[in-house]
T-cell receptor, first 114, second 113 residues
Framework: RKEVEQDPGPFNVPEGATVAFNCTYS??????FFWYRQDCRKEPKLLMS???SGNEDGRFTAQLNRASQYISLLIRDSKLSDSATYLC???????????????FGKGTLLTVNP | EADIYQTPRYLVIGTGKKITLECSQT?????MYWYQQDPGMELHLIHY???????EKGDLSSESTVSRIRTEHFPLTLESARPSHTSQYLC????????????FGEGSRLTVL
């Protein structure tokens, strides 16, 4: 099982649609979780950290389910500018509890159409 | 805005040349990383460092080498470039908090002819 697995995509949705991305992780000791956004030929940028209780930032909602080792990202009322690749990122721990390396999923491409 | 800088942004070079991709950050971060990414493909970690004089190889084998003599500087070197090294190289740094954001530079796009 891969460390971090995301919906393969691509997702093509009309403006105004609600779209959900899912991500599973294999290391049950993982400490922290993030969603990054990467525009075409640009560097990834942090979209949201994902907290245990779930969190919302405007049209974006992130949720974590530790029992199922699953995180999700919901985008409501999607805009053309939301078109990008969305990367699920997990901070695993080694036996010493260090958190040096983040593990990236392959990403899910979203295209929002007019 | 992230204070992490990469140079050059674009480099086209012939086979066999030695190249160094520069990466500098002014945030005082101990942890720094190099990722390799081909167009439309996933990020692959090729090197990381958790402080001065410490470097480790990442998950993807790479013929490149890195050094970390100063906290703010993490250059990547290819002794003899080949067409298979053509890719985008992304440098990143991270603070100490487990929730600390990973900041990326804008990337160095390398083409080896």
């Amino acid at each position: 099982r891969k460390e971090v697995e995301q919906d393969p995509g691509p997702f093509n949705v009309p403006e105004g649609a609600t779209v959900a991305f899912n991500c599973t992780y294999s290391n049950s000791a993982s400490q922290s979780f993030f969603w990054y956004r990467q525009d075409c030929r640009k560097e990834p940028k942090l979209l949201m950290s994902v907290y245990s209780s779930g969190n919302e930032d405007g049209r974006f909602t992130a949720q974590l389910n530790r029992a199922s080792q699953y995180i999700s990202l919901l985008i409501r009322d999607s805009k053309l500018s939301d078109s990008a690749t969305y990367l699920c990122v997990v901070n695993p721990t080694n036996s010493g509890g260090s958190n040096y390396k983040l593990t990236f999923g392959k990403g899910t491409l979203l295209t929002v159409n007019p | 805005e992230a204070d992490i800088y990469q140079t050059p942004r674009y480099l086209v070079i012939g086979t066999g040349k030695k190249i160094t991709l520069e990466c500098s950050q002014t945030m005082g971060h101990d942890k720094m990383y190099w990722y390799q990414q081909d167009p439309g493909m996933e990020l692959h970690l090729i090197h990381y460092s958790y402080g001065v004089n410490s470097t480790e190889k990442g998950d993807l084998s790479s013929e490149s080498t890195v050094s970390r003599i100063r906290t703010e500087h993490f250059p990547l070197t290819l002794e003899s470039a080949r067409p298979s090294h053509t890719s985008q190289y992304l440098c990143a740094s991270k603070g100490t908090s487990k929730y600390g954001e990973l900041f990326f530079g804008e990337g160095s796009r390398l083409t080896v002819l």
